[in-house]
């Protein structure tokens, strides 16, 4: 049996010019505790817990501060994404089944089990806590009313399936990206468009505001990383990313200093596969450091540990 693991890398990057990639890590926690492939990971808004889903229908709450899963919740179908209401007391989750469930974390309890409709891809919550964005397949984005627990708005736009989603710090703005190689910023007061955001050649599957709302990040199957200005609707930054392959995820940090971009390139060798290579770029110098992460196999086939190669 595969031993799937999370990876937390805790520390401080020192930021490098990109002919002289470097990194500082304090410490590197791996947990090991699901037994099959990790589908999502997600932050509650205090940072002080994490939620995880995975292939083998658990979901488990971490706290952060000693990285020990303080709940468990187990899903009748394969969970593929999270996301913690903002006072972190419950936690909703989509499956494989398309039903989106609400959670209470402290009870373990299942307060409801909703059919969503469409096969889901990424899920987030506003920072209010009354409305759901739902990213889904079929050029479907919806949104939906936690308190009325129903569907409140389906937008239109898109013209492939939706990958990603995220809604901006202040509520009020949302983004969208997918398989038709455009983000679409939405107004959530009205829920009618702001820009549409066009550059890439392939799949949007990620999507990120900063911390102030004035830009925007997007990563794609076609290896770049897009850096938006929201008013303007104008690319200011272009990162392309050669001889790599596969899914790309974007997270900016809190401070708006740098941005975290992550591709998971697997290897065919033993002892090389799954490589998870993570560039921290300055959005305002556009300086980059590199990180790698490997899952290492044995010649078996057998997954012994997840480890980090700091470059």
Same mark, same amino acid.
């Given at each position: 049996?595969? @031993?799937?693991?999370? /990876?937390?890398?805790?520390?401080?990057?020192?930021?490098?010019?990109?002919?002289?990639? =470097?990194?500082?890590?304090?410490?590197?926690?791996?947990?090991?505790?699901?037994?099959?492939?990790?589908?999502?990971?997600?932050?509650?808004?205090?940072?002080?817990?994490?939620?995880?889903?995975?292939?083998?229908?658990?979901?488990?709450?971490?706290?952060?501060?000693?990285?020990?899963?303080?709940?468990?919740?187990?899903?009748?179908?394969?969970?593929?994404?999270?996301?913690?209401?903002?006072?972190?007391?419950?936690?909703?989750? /989509?499956?494989?089944?398309?039903?989106?469930?609400?959670?209470?974390?402290?009870?373990?309890?299942?307060?409801?089990?909703?059919?969503?409709?469409?096969? &889901?891809?990424?899920?987030?919550?506003?920072?209010?806590?009354?409305?759901?964005?739902?990213?889904?397949?079929?050029?479907?984005?919806?949104?939906?009313? /936690?308190?009325?627990?129903?569907? %409140?708005?389906?937008?239109?736009?898109?013209?492939?399936?939706?990958?990603?989603?995220?809604?901006?710090?202040?509520?009020?703005?949302?983004?969208?990206?997918?398989?038709?190689?455009?983000?679409?910023?939405?107004?959530?007061?009205?829920?009618?468009?702001?820009? &549409?955001?066009?550059?890439?050649?392939?799949?949007?599957?990620?999507? /990120?505001?900063?911390?102030?709302?004035?830009?925007?990040?997007?990563?794609? %199957?076609?290896?770049?990383?897009?850096?938006?200005?929201?008013?303007?609707?104008?690319?200011?930054?272009?990162?392309?990313?050669?001889?790599?392959?596969?899914?790309?995820?974007?997270?900016?940090?809190?401070?708006?200093?740098?941005?975290?971009?992550?591709?998971?390139?697997?290897?065919?060798?033993?002892?090389? &596969?799954?490589?998870?290579?993570?560039?921290?770029?300055?959005? @305002?110098?556009?300086?980059?450091?590199?990180?790698?992460?490997?899952?290492?196999?044995?010649?078996? =086939?057998?997954? %012994?540990?997840?480890?980090?190669?700091?470059?």
């Amino acid at each position: 049996m595969k @031993a799937k693991t999370v /990876v937390i890398a805790i520390g401080l990057l020192i930021l490098s010019c990109v002919s002289s990639y =470097g990194i500082s890590l304090d410490k590197v926690t791996v947990l090991n505790d699901h037994k099959e492939t990790v589908n999502y990971v997600t932050f509650s808004r205090d940072g002080k817990q994490m939620a995880s889903c995975s292939e083998d229908n658990m979901v488990y709450i971490w706290d952060t501060a000693q990285w020990k899963h303080t709940g468990t919740l187990r899903s009748e179908d394969e969970p593929l994404a999270v996301a913690f209401a903002p006072d972190g007391k419950k936690i909703f989750v /989509v499956d494989h089944n398309n039903t989106l469930s609400r959670w209470d974390i402290d009870s373990g309890a299942r307060q409801s089990n909703d059919q969503i409709g469409c096969a &889901v891809n990424d899920i987030k919550i506003s920072p209010d806590g009354k409305s759901l964005a739902i990213a889904c397949d079929g050029k479907k984005l919806v949104i939906w009313d /936690v308190a009325e627990n129903k569907l %409140n708005k389906m937008l239109t736009g898109h013209k492939n399936d939706v990958m990603t989603v995220e809604f901006s710090a202040d509520g009020r703005k949302l983004i969208s990206g997918g398989k038709d190689c455009q983000a679409i910023v939405w107004d959530t007061t009205d829920w009618k468009q702001l820009q &549409v955001l066009k550059g890439h050649d392939e799949d949007i599957l990620s999507a /990120v505001f900063s911390p102030s709302g004035e830009q925007a990040a997007s990563g794609s %199957n076609d290896n770049k990383i897009s850096l938006w200005d929201i008013k303007s609707g104008q690319r200011r930054l272009e990162f392309v990313k050669r001889g790599q392959e596969g899914d790309r995820a974007i997270a900016w940090h809190p401070s708006g200093k740098f941005l975290i971009a992550a591709d998971r390139t697997p290897k065919k060798k033993a002892g090389e &596969v799954d490589i998870c290579e993570t560039i921290a770029i300055d959005e @305002a110098s556009g300086d980059r450091t590199r990180i790698v992460f490997s899952a290492i196999q044995t010649g078996d =086939g057998a997954m %012994n540990s997840d480890e980090a190669a700091l470059f």
